[in-house]
């Protein structure tokens, strides 16, 4: 009996410690794609201070940020991109970054309305979701979801990147 305890014990441990860093995954996820819809749409943020609200030195994903109407933008930086937040994080979570994204930009007060992908933008392998946004005042923004490195060693992404004044928006709005 004491044995039958014991190797129910050792099996029962050793599933746990294996589903760990599947756990560890999904939680690690949530983080960063909370992280990203809190903090990625509010404008007026320096890199230093979306580094500090997110937490980015110690969290578990990869941010990538710039605002050009704040500070320089990187010498490399996308053509037509004036703002970027974006957060990259392991494994293949594209189905909940987009379900929580779309519920983010339904949210009060909502983030635009859907318009046709700006040139300044195209899908990329593994991209999953991507879409032009009509922002107040006659901005425009773009939303990406996506997967990089996969099948080997999946990293989902999501950014959004405000485009400079003028750029984007369909002839006639």
């Not at 690690?28 to 903090?39: G, H, M, P, V």
């Not at 749409?41 to 940020?65: I, V």
């Not at 930009?105 to 879409?131: N, Q, R, S």
Request: glycine letters at 8%.
């Amino acid at each position: 009996m004491r044995s039958l305890r014991l190797v129910t014990l050792t099996v029962t441990l050793t599933a746990y410690l294996a589903a760990g860093p599947v756990l560890a995954s999904g939680n690690e996820a949530k983080l960063a794609i909370d992280s990203f819809n809190a903090w990625c749409f509010k404008a007026g943020q320096t890199e230093a201070q979306a580094r500090d609200n997110m937490s980015a030195g110690t969290a578990p994903f990869t941010l990538t940020f710039w605002d050009d109407s704040l500070e320089p933008r990187p010498a490399d930086a996308q053509r037509g991109v004036e703002r970027r937040c974006e957060v990259a994080f392991d494994g293949d979570h594209t189905a909940a970054a987009i379900e929580a994204l779309r519920i983010q930009m339904a949210t009060p007060p909502v983030f635009g309305t859907p318009i046709p992908l700006p040139d300044t933008h195209a899908v990329t392998p593994g991209t999953t979701l991507i879409e032009g946004r009509e922002l107040l005042r006659g901005r425009v923004a773009v939303v990406h979801v996506g997967l990089r490195n996969a099948p080997h060693a999946p990293v989902t992404f999501m950014a959004v990147d405000r485009l400079y004044d003028g750029l984007g928006l369909p002839e006639g709005s």
